[in-house]
């Protein structure tokens, strides 16, 4: 089992809607959650982190904790074609604050 | 505001031969990591570092050494290049474990061995 999975997509929105990206851990001790964003080409930019069960929301960006299941997703709400990107989920592993690890990517095209 | 600085951007090598991929960062971090990313794949952890001394195993070490003689610097260093090693590679800084651990990225060195 992979330590963080994430389909891979890509995953199709029209231009305002709402865009869902899910994520799955293994670890049962992490405790740090991260949405890292990658254009084409660049680097990973962070988009939000999370750290408590529940909903963190930021703009237009609502990042979903659920520690019972091993779960952490993304929401984007009134999708833009500059949000189509890589989504990156990144967990913190075995018991390391420090250590991380990434998960595949989702591939998100946001269509006019 | 240089942040995290890789060099060089893209170098092709030929099997077997060597080289560093130099990383530093000037926002006196503790907090260093090694990551590759192959087309179309997320990020593998190679090596990371909590401080000047102290260097840890990731998910795909083998192949690859680093050192870690100042907070600065994090140097990534091929022995023997293969071409299953072919791939970008990212260096990040963090300010502190945890939490709040938020990397920031180098622009990535684009590697291609043959």
């Known amino acids: 089992q992979k330590e963080v999975e994430q389909n891979s997509g890509p995953l199709s929105v029209p231009e305002g809607a709402i865009a869902s990206l899910n994520c799955t851990y293994s670890d049962r001790v992490s405790q740090s959650f991260f949405w890292y964003r990658q254009y084409s080409g660049k680097s990973p930019e962070l988009i939000m982190s999370i750290y408590s069960n529940g909903d963190k929301e930021d703009g237009r960006f609502t990042a979903q904790l659920n520690k019972a299941s091993q779960y952490v997703s993304l929401l984007i709400r009134d999708s833009q074609p500059s949000d189509s990107a890589t989504y990156l989920c990144a967990v913190n592993v075995q018991s390391s604050a420090s250590k991380i690890i990434f998960g595949s990517g989702t591939r998100l095209s946001i269509r006019p | 505001n240089a942040g995290v600085t890789q060099t060089p951007k893209f170098r092709i090598l030929k099997i077997g031969q060597s080289m560093t991929l130099q990383c530093t960062q000037d926002?006196?971090?503790?907090?260093m990591y090694w990551y590759r990313q192959d087309p179309g794949m997320g990020l593998k952890l190679i090596y990371y570092?909590?401080?000047?001394?102290?260097?840890d195993k990731g998910e795909v070490p083998n192949g690859y050494n680093v050192s870690r003689s100042t907070t600065e610097d994090f140097p990534l260093r091929l022995e023997l290049a293969a071409p299953s090693q072919t791939s970008v590679y990212f260096c990040?800084?963090?300010?502190?474990?945890?939490?709040?651990?938020?990397?920031?990225f180098g622009a990535g060195t684009r590697l291609s061995v043959l």
């Open positions: 926002m006196n971090h503790n907090y």
């Open positions: 990040a800084s963090s300010p502190t474990p945890g939490p709040k651990n938020i990397q920031y």
């Open positions: 570092s909590v401080g000047a001394g102290i260097t």
